[in-house]
């Protein structure tokens, strides 16, 4: 059985190929992802259309974990992501400006799938990048 830390790496490096095919081997079909403003992500569908704006919005985007720490099932990263603003982007028109942005994540696993996550972007200091105010 994978570890927690093991199932984010698959994961962390399958999206920074911009690939969300093989989600479906590494959260489980009802995963609920928590995110600021009490926003819940229901459901492996919900999370994959999530990454797949973003990667449509951030089409050269970049993931990078500065801290990893990992406790029983869970795995805590601090990241940045990096990209170029060349598609929308949460209702963002086109920029063409890069951002990079940290944020801190917690993911939750059960017999090697994620079933539970919380994202903490700094959405701030992204809409600030990209000059919306």
């Known amino acids: ?14 999206e920074n190929e911009l690939d969300t095919s093989g989600h479906g081997e590494l959260l489980a079909d009802d995963v609920v992802v928590h995110l600021p403003g009490g ?4 459901g ?5 259309a999530m990454m797949d704006g973003i990667f449509g ?17 869970v ?9 170029t603003h060349h598609g929308e982007l949460f209702g963002i028109a086109p920029t063409g400006r890069t951002v ?13 799938r994620i079933v539970e996550g919380w994202l903490y972007p700094d959405r701030a200091s992204m809409l600030a990048q990209l000059g919306v105010e």
């Open 75 to 83: 795995v805590i990263v601090h990241w940045t992501i990096s990209g």
């Open 100 to 112: 990079s942005y940290r944020g801190c994540s917690v993911w939750r696993t059960d017999s090697g």
């Open 44 to 48: 492996l569908a919900a999370y994959r």
């Open 57 to 73: 919005g951030l089409p050269d985007y970049s993931a990078r974990a500065q801290h990893v720490a990992e406790v029983d099932d």
């Open 1 to 14: 059985m994978s570890s927690s830390r093991e199932v984010w790496e698959r994961l962390s490096r399958a």
């Open 39 to 42: 926003v819940e992500l229901k």
